[in-house]
Nanobody, 124 residues
Framework: QVQLVESGGGLVQAGGSLRLSCAASGRFFSSYGMGWFRQAPGKEREFVATINWNGGSTYYADSVKGRFTISRDNAKNTVYLQMNSLKPEDKAVYYC?????????????????WGQGTQVTVSS
């Protein structure tokens, strides 16, 4: 059973940057696509970004395109989310997830393992 542990969240001013990390335990990390989702208070969990097994394919939600970058280091079993030009509306708990195959996806149901989340707060 894979364990995913997110880190890097915190409080930042609008316009600032944060880099989230998600460390995966276990074997075969490089065989799976990964994704980042977020959930704001009172809202449903939503897709943010996804990456395929080797990092050759990425996809972003329109709301973060051009500001966020997903990447992975298979040697370190880690996936990252670089967040630049943060806005107050980016405030949420951010979750890392492993997909059910080597592809990246956008639907929650295509991800079988989830981390506990890390809080990101953006002050205006």
């Amino acid at each position: 059973q894979v364990q995913l542990v997110e880190s890097g969240g915190g409080l930042v001013q609008a316009g600032g940057s944060l880099r989230l990390s998600c460390a995966a335990s276990g074997r075969f990390f490089s065989s799976y696509g990964m994704g980042w989702f977020r959930q704001a208070p009172g809202k449903e969990r939503e897709f943010v970004a996804t990456i395929n097994w080797n990092g050759g394919s990425t996809y972003y939600a329109d709301s973060v395109k051009g500001r966020f970058t997903i990447s992975r280091d298979n040697a370190k079993n880690t996936v990252y989310l670089q967040m630049n030009s943060l806005k107050p509306e980016d405030k949420a708990v951010y979750y890392c997830a492993r997909s059910r195959s080597n592809n990246g996806y956008t639907a929650i149901t295509d991800f079988g393992s989830w981390g506990q989340g890390t809080q990101v707060t953006v002050s205006s």
